[in-house]
């Protein structure tokens, strides 16, 4: 769409060389802020292009952390509880809380960094009902 535009304004620009309406010199120099004004727009819309596509990563990396930091530390207490046959149940459960609490920070602020990405959004409000339902059962 950009190469169609270029080509029609040069052919305007041509034409009106061509009548005399401008001279040679005004022809070069609006060619050359024609071709400036489109690089710029490119590099313009290339870095929100980038940023969106960053954005969109992190809040996948966030959401899988997440995901990781509620799946491990439940897997590796009921593994250990097992293993330990119900004895020092209590210093299991305090090693896999530390280790989901561990995981959970860097998941929280990545996913407030990634805010505009739907993964982002879900795992910052994961996290804080999480956070909420845990102090809950805690007190």
């Known amino acids: ?7 029609s304004s040069e052919e305007e620009l041509l034409k009106l060389r061509e009548e005399g309406k401008i ?6 120099d609006l060619l050359g802020a024609m071709g400036k004004q489109l690089a710029v ?14 954005k969109r990563k992190l809040g996948r990396i966030a959401f899988y952390l997440m995901l990781a930091g509620i799946v491990v530390p439940i897997m590796a207490f009921l593994i250990c509880f097992a293993i330990a046959a119900g004895g020092e149940g ?13 995981a959970e920070i860097p998941a929280f602020v990545i ?29």
């Not at 001279?23 to 070069?28: G, L, T, V």
């Not at 727009?41 to 960053?54: F, K, M, Y």
């Open 23 to 28: 001279s040679q010199a005004e022809y070069n």
């Open 90 to 102: 209590d210093v299991i459960f305090s090693v896999c809380l530390f280790l989901c609490v561990l």
């Open 111 to 139: 996913g407030v960094i990634s805010w505009p990405n739907v993964l982002g959004k879900a795992t910052v409000i994961t996290i804080a009902i999480v956070t909420v339902i845990t102090l809950l059962l805690m007190s």
């Open 1 to 7: 769409m950009e190469n169609a535009s270029r080509v």
């Open 41 to 54: 727009g490119t590099e313009v819309r290339t870095l929100e292009h980038s940023i969106q596509d960053s």
